[in-house]
């Protein structure tokens, strides 16, 4: 049988119980007759931990350094685990990213990752041992210094790992039985995804979901590397995140007991949401070429990502504008910065932040032939007495900006309107704590 690799978040492997059981599985793969490759995650809130550990000695901790801090977190489990899985009588090695082939650029704190040449990995499987590696982390092709690949990561590790060895598949382990159709923690009745295309992973990854780091979707779908979605904690069948072409075919090879398959795709497949958000508004903008130029150069400038704008239409006596963009909050104080400075040349009003935003968004490959889920999703939000601040949509996805305390009421709506809730409350499962 082929090579499995298998990846497991902070949540399960928090402590020496849960490495234990974790091994457990881990030999009970191998025993199956796979090669299994392992990517873990640092134990709990350790990455947390370090990060405030760094900030209490420093006030601004310099990135190679914060780098070679944080990978010590997935040292220790992935060591922990290589010697709980040598108590059951099979041989597991631990490697380090940078031992494991993970090469990356040099850029601290959210290293790409540009090659993997996994050949001490390989040996180790040749041999029969059981790899082990430790996620989010590799080495700089040009610098040779210990990079980080960004929070959440290792799920970006596991797959850039499964993608070199020619994996069959590459099993995520995490504290909920897959994907759902809505955060369960906010709607009651969210139903598990049994199979999802890369496509609507990555809107769903992109718009909030938390469930798959959206570098981790990107690389799967450019590798076709199938992902098994599961929870360390039950034996369920989690969620597969494939090609949308391969759907049918799962669905008739594996059939899920109790599931009523429907006649057509449904319309959405999913509703994400995300507070991670803030909003800026340049109030009294000039209605001249060239000046929404000069404002989103400056945002560039300053390595910020945007991700809704809008420009009001300008009132005809002033011919002046308003435009807005919503942004990472953390990014938030750098772009009020940065715009400030600009104030005097674009001879704009003033500025306004918001941070009390969130954005709501239907998820779904089925909107492309269907017409009128817009009206249907406004409509819903509309009779749940929630206000649309912003707009934005890709062709299988829209998105609204909301008040933040309107977040869950917009959710609820949107997963009635389209029909997604099961018969039954309460089907999903959150067995750690923290949803990674
Ligand atoms: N330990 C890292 C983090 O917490 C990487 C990961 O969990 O994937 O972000
Ligand atoms: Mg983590």
Same mark, same amino acid.
């Given at each position: 049988m082929g090579i499995v690799v298998q990846k497991y978040g902070g949540s399960s492997v928090a402590d020496a119980t849960s490495v234990k059981r974790v091994a457990q599985r881990i030999v009970a793969t191998r025993k199956a007759g796979h090669d299994v490759v392992v990517v873990v995650s640092a134990m709990g809130d350790t990455t947390d931990d370090l990060i405030d550990l760094a900030n209490e000695v420093s006030p601004l901790p310099p990135a190679r350094e914060l780098d070679m801090l944080l990978t010590a977190g997935e040292r220790i489990s992935m060591a922990v685990l290589a010697m709980a899985i040598g108590s059951l009588g099979h041989e597991a090695r631990s490697f380090?990213?940078?031992?494991?082939?993970?090469?990356? !650029?040099? $850029?601290?704190?959210?290293?790409? @990752?540009? !090659?993997?040449?996994?050949?001490?990995?390989?040996? #180790?499987?040749?041999?029969?041992? @059981? &790899?082990?590696?430790?996620? =989010?982390?590799?080495v700089s092709q040009t610098t040779k210094d210990?990079?980080?690949?960004?929070?959440?990561?290792? /799920?970006?590790?596991?797959?850039?790992l499964a993608a070199a060895l020619e994996a069959d598949v590459c099993e995520i *382990?995490? /504290?909920?039985?897959?994907? =759902?159709?809505? /955060?369960?923690?906010?709607?009651?009745?969210?139903?598990?995804?049994?199979?999802?295309? *890369? $496509? +609507?992973?990555?809107e769903m990854a992109a718009n909030g979901a938390k469930i798959l780091h959206l570098r981790c979707v990107e690389y799967a779908r450019r590798n076709q590397i199938p992902i098994h979605v599961r929870s360390s904690f039950s034996d369920k069948p989690g969620t597969w995140v494939v090609n949308a072409d391969d759907i049918a075919t799962i669905r008739s090879e594996q059939p899920v007991e109790g599931e009523v398959l429907p006649m057509e795709q449904a319309i959405i497949s999913g509703v994400a949401h995300d507070r991670s958000e803030a909003k800026i508004t340049v109030v009294g903008v000039p209605d001249k070429v060239g000046e929404a130029a000069s404002i989103f150069t400056t945002i560039a400038d300053a390595q910020i990502n945007i991700d809704m704008v809008v420009q009001n239409v300008s009132a005809a006596t002033t011919s002046l504008t308003d435009i807005s963009f919503t942004l990472p909050r953390s990014d938030g104080q750098t772009a009020m910065t940065a715009l400030a400075r600009l104030q005097q040349r674009v001879g704009f009003e003033r500025l306004q932040y918001d941070d009390s935003v969130g954005k709501v968004s239907i998820v779904g490959a089925g909107m492309r032939s269907e017409p009128g889920v817009t009206a249907r999703f =406004?409509?819903?939000?509309?009779?749940?007495?929630?206000?649309?601040?912003?707009? %934005?949509?890709? $062709?299988?996805?829209?998105?609204?900006?909301?008040?933040? %305390?309107?977040?869950? &009421? &917009?959710?609820?709506?949107?997963? +009635? #309107? =389209?029909?997604?809730?099961? /018969? +039954?409350? &309460?089907?999903?499962?959150? *067995?750690?704590?923290?949803?990674?």
């Amino acid at each position: 049988m082929g090579i499995v690799v298998q990846k497991y978040g902070g949540s399960s492997v928090a402590d020496a119980t849960s490495v234990k059981r974790v091994a457990q599985r881990i030999v009970a793969t191998r025993k199956a007759g796979h090669d299994v490759v392992v990517v873990v995650s640092a134990m709990g809130d350790t990455t947390d931990d370090l990060i405030d550990l760094a900030n209490e000695v420093s006030p601004l901790p310099p990135a190679r350094e914060l780098d070679m801090l944080l990978t010590a977190g997935e040292r220790i489990s992935m060591a922990v685990l290589a010697m709980a899985i040598g108590s059951l009588g099979h041989e597991a090695r631990s490697f380090t990213g940078s031992q494991a082939g993970v090469i990356t !650029d040099a $850029e601290h704190g959210r290293a790409k @990752i540009i !090659d993997v040449t996994p050949g001490r990995i390989q040996t #180790a499987l040749d041999e029969g041992a @059981i &790899a082990i590696v430790a996620g =989010f982390q590799g080495v700089s092709q040009t610098t040779k210094d210990i990079t980080t690949l960004g929070r959440g990561g290792s /799920d970006t590790t596991a797959v850039a790992l499964a993608a070199a060895l020619e994996a069959d598949v590459c099993e995520i *382990y995490t /504290d909920v039985d897959g994907i =759902f159709t809505a /955060d369960p923690r906010i709607v009651a009745t969210a139903r598990h995804i049994p199979q999802i295309s *890369y $496509e +609507e992973t990555l809107e769903m990854a992109a718009n909030g979901a938390k469930i798959l780091h959206l570098r981790c979707v990107e690389y799967a779908r450019r590798n076709q590397i199938p992902i098994h979605v599961r929870s360390s904690f039950s034996d369920k069948p989690g969620t597969w995140v494939v090609n949308a072409d391969d759907i049918a075919t799962i669905r008739s090879e594996q059939p899920v007991e109790g599931e009523v398959l429907p006649m057509e795709q449904a319309i959405i497949s999913g509703v994400a949401h995300d507070r991670s958000e803030a909003k800026i508004t340049v109030v009294g903008v000039p209605d001249k070429v060239g000046e929404a130029a000069s404002i989103f150069t400056t945002i560039a400038d300053a390595q910020i990502n945007i991700d809704m704008v809008v420009q009001n239409v300008s009132a005809a006596t002033t011919s002046l504008t308003d435009i807005s963009f919503t942004l990472p909050r953390s990014d938030g104080q750098t772009a009020m910065t940065a715009l400030a400075r600009l104030q005097q040349r674009v001879g704009f009003e003033r500025l306004q932040y918001d941070d009390s935003v969130g954005k709501v968004s239907i998820v779904g490959a089925g909107m492309r032939s269907e017409p009128g889920v817009t009206a249907r999703f =406004f409509q819903a939000l509309a009779d749940a007495g929630v206000n649309i601040g912003m707009i %934005s949509t890709s $062709e299988i996805r829209i998105s609204v900006v909301v008040s933040e %305390s309107q977040v869950d &009421a &917009a959710v609820n709506a949107a997963h +009635e #309107a =389209f029909n997604l809730g099961g /018969d +039954e409350p &309460a089907q999903a499962v959150v *067995y750690g704590g923290t949803g990674r």
